[in-house]
């Protein structure tokens, strides 16, 4: 006999339990399934520098402020893994782990959640399995050619790796820079952007980036004109070490080149540069193959949704995997509204 819920939701992270404290809130059954050993998601696996682009109270799940990180205006990634585990402990949020969810099936009035170690049987499902597990490397010429190390972000740790070894870091996002600031001194570095870098003014972080997209919000909300996703600011968040190695001239991006060799990369116009290893910070995608089986896939991979409710499956809401899930549904700070809007229209579709 199958446990019988009315949420499951899938993922533990920091969209999971923003949705399990409005859940527990609006008084309804749920569990929570996380694939990892231990609290925090993704926060666990992230280079050894990586802080956050914005202080910790702009970091916040619904109901409690992250506290400062002493000496730290941006806290790293173990203080938010220690903020997600207290978050969970002081709401009592019934959280297994570890436990995959495999598929989402539907049979009649319910969804089939299965997973490796049991089946649930659920009246709603919430989607919150998070970007980290399927990262993306683009498909260019020679990869499968070139000898050295080839890593995506999810896989990079620290500069010592690397010392002395001649690095090509691709991408112009937030990890790109970060993890080319991070290189810059100890490597040979080469970095790599499809358009030349477009930094944030110096004196913004995360929270000119959340204020954005609570304008975005507002002004879809009145009927207004879209205001334009936070992409319309700049691509990179100036971070200290990422502004140190910048001004210090050691964050000089090349055009991307236009393929791999045996050795390294080679651009269109033939010039080369030989590497030990490429360090990919090409971006993710939405991790949604356990729901496969309910065929609601749109274009580029993601469901089709009305806010977080996907369109062609009513008991099904999808959280946390960017904007087209809620304007910085993907950041800690920005989660909250779109769980509340998530958890309150869960209730009325079961009437609670
Ligand atoms: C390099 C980087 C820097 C970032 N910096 C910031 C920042 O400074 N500030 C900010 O607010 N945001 C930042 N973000 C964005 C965002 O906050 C993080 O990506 C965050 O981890 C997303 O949380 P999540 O809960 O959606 O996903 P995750 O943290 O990935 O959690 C998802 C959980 O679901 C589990 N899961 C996945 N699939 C399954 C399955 N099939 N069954 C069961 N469990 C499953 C995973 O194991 C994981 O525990 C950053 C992102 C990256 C990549």
């Known amino acids: 006999m199958h446990e019988t819920v009315d949420v499951v939701v899938i993922?533990?992270?920091q969209?999971?339990?923003?949705?399990?404290?409005?859940?527990?809130?609006?008084?309804?059954?749920?569990?929570?399934?996380?694939?990892?050993?231990?609290?925090?998601?993704?926060?666990?696996?992230?280079?050894?520098?990586?802080?956050?682009?914005?202080?910790?109270?702009?970091?916040?799940?619904?109901?409690?402020?992250?506290?400062?990180?002493?000496?730290?205006?941006?806290?790293?990634?173990?203080?938010?893994?220690?903020?997600?585990?207290?978050?969970?402990?002081?709401?009592?949020?019934?959280v297994v782990r570890p436990v995959r969810v495999e598929a989402v099936h539907r049979d009649g009035e319910f969804l089939h959640v299965e997973a490796d170690t049991a089946t649930w049987r659920a009246r709603t499902v919430v989607s919150a399995t998070g970007t980290w597990w399927r990262p993306f490397i683009p498909a260019i010429p020679g990869r499968?050619?070139?000898?050295?190390?080839?890593?995506?972000?999810?896989?990079?740790?620290?500069?010592?790796?690397?010392?002395?070894?001649?690095?090509v870091v691709v991408g112009g996002g937030n990890s790109g820079a970060q993890i080319a600031a991070d290189l810059a001194y100890d490597a040979e570095l080469t970095w790599v952007t499809l358009r030349e870098?477009?930094?944030?003014?110096?004196?913004?972080?995360?929270?000119?980036l959340f204020d954005h997209a609570t304008a975005r919000r507002r002004a879809l909300d009145d009927g207004r004109t879209d205001t334009g996703g936070v992409a319309s600011l700049g691509d990179i968040v100036a971070v200290p070490p990422v502004r140190e190695a910048r001004d210090a001239g050691r964050l000089k991006a090349q055009p991307m080149f236009a393929r791999l060799t045996a050795t390294g990369v080679e651009w269109a116009d033939g010039n080369?540069?030989?590497?030990?290893a490429i360090i990919w910070c090409t971006g993710f995608r939405p991790a949604l193959s356990h729901l496969a089986p309910l065929g609601l896939r749109g274009p580029r991979g993601h469901i089709p949704t009305a806010g977080t409710q996907a369109l062609g499956e009513p008991r099904l809401h999808l959280l946390?995997?960017?904007?087209?899930?809620g304007p910085a549904s993907a950041t800690l700070i920005g989660v909250g509204r779109p769980a509340r809007d998530a958890a309150r229209e869960i209730s009325e579709l079961l009437g609670a």
């Open 197 to 208: 870098p477009r930094y944030l003014a110096d004196d913004i972080d995360g929270r000119a």
């Open 272 to 276: 080369r540069a030989d590497a030990d």
């Open 144 to 167: 499968a050619e070139f000898r050295g190390a080839q890593l995506h972000t999810v896989e990079y740790r620290r500069p010592a790796d690397f010392a002395g070894q001649r690095v």
């Open 15 to 94: 969209a999971g339990l923003a949705a399990g404290y409005h859940l527990r809130r609006a008084g309804l059954d749920f569990i929570i399934l996380d694939g990892q050993d231990s609290p925090g998601g993704a926060w666990q696996h992230t280079w050894d520098s990586l802080h956050l682009f914005s202080p910790a109270a702009y970091s916040s799940l619904p109901g409690r402020l992250m506290p400062p990180q002493p000496g730290e205006t941006y806290p790293d990634a173990a203080h938010v893994v220690s903020y997600l585990t207290e978050y969970e402990q002081r709401y009592e949020l019934p």
């Open 11 to 13: 993922g533990g992270g």
């Open 320 to 325: 946390g995997y960017g904007d087209w899930t």
